[in-house]
């Protein structure tokens, strides 16, 4: 990352892994190493059930929690869901929306990503918005043409001053927990095509402010390749957030850039 303005952000989709006690543990152990540390934004997304417990043990430390998924609607009938409002509660700060395993197992659409996106704003939560390309789609040479509709569709109707807090996640579906990383090259491309895209939704200092992670297989072998790159400003991680040893190593490699 070459421009001092954005902050790198490590981010943690603990996915549908670890029970409250189990979260606890984990969290201590990254609490310890990185309480204090402000160079690089580290953010850890358990589960909705182990959120407030996660949260006890972040208190009064700079790594910040956040919620995988909610529902666009602040309270009412909409049974088994979770409010921006309830997220707030538990002092989560980010909420990832449109991972590609929603889209993909819940059918989540653009559209409806889209109300998720704007609700988070409203309730300041920080969305992470992912997009990223199938490898189908990737073979079809349709990876760019897929990210613009993702993008634009995600982010349609959203005012350029409130757009600063979003982040943007490229996670190539087929890199997704198969081992296989994009090369650096191969993401910064799509960094570099994103950030375009950005600019022309909101404005170029907009789009230069926005956090672009990667997310797909990212680990502490692969990350300071990563990294380096000039739109890559941090990572999406999830098999390798679930060790506290592999999360703090990723959040070290970061902050060595800073
Ligand atoms: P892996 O790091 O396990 O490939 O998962 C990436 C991801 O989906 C993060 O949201």
């Given amino acids: ?13 603990w996915k549908m892994n670890k029970t409250a006690s189990e979260g606890v543990d ?6 310890l190493s990185l309480a ?5 934004s580290a953010v850890i997304c358990p589960p909705f059930t182990a959120l407030e417990s996660c949260a006890k043990v972040l208190e009064g430390s700079n790594v910040q929690l956040g919620a995988q998924n909610m529902y666009p609607k602040a309270e009412g009938a909409f049974t088994g869901e979770v409010s921006p409002v309830m997220l707030r509660s538990l002092f989560c700060n ?12 819940f059918k989540e659409s653009d559209a409806f990503i889209n109300e998720k ?13 992912c997009v990223g390309e199938t490898l189908e789609e990737r073979e079809a040479d349709k990876t760019l043409e ?28 087929w890199a997704i927990g198969t081992g296989k990383t994009a090369t650096p090259e ?19 200092s907009v ?14 072998e692969n990350a300071s390749e990563l990294l380096d790159q000039p739109d890559i400003d941090g990572g999406l991680i999830g098999g390798a957030a679930l060790k506290a040893k592999s999360f703090i190593e990723l959040v070290e490699i970061a902050r060595q850039k800073v």
């Fill in 36 to 40: 204090h540390q402000t160079d690089v």
């Fill in 186 to 204: 191969m993401a910064q491309e799509v960094h570099a095509a994103i950030r375009k895209e950005l600019a022309s939704i909101f404005n170029e």
């Fill in 26 to 31: 984990l969290a201590n152990e990254i609490v």
């Fill in 117 to 129: 996106v704007k609700a988070a704003l409203e309730s300041s939560l920080k969305p992470i918005l």
């Fill in 146 to 173: 897929v990210i613009k509709t993702q993008l634009s569709g995600g982010l349609a109707g959203i005012d350029v001053e409130n757009a600063e807090p979003i982040v943007i996640a490229y996670e190539p579906v």
């Fill in 1 to 13: 990352m070459s421009n001092a303005i954005r902050k790198y952000l490590i981010a943690g989709n």
């Fill in 207 to 220: 789009a230069d402010h926005i956090r672009i992670l990667y997310g797909g297989s990212m680990k502490p």
């Fill in 94 to 105: 980010f909420v990832i929306l449109g991972h590609s395993e929603r889209r993909e197992y």
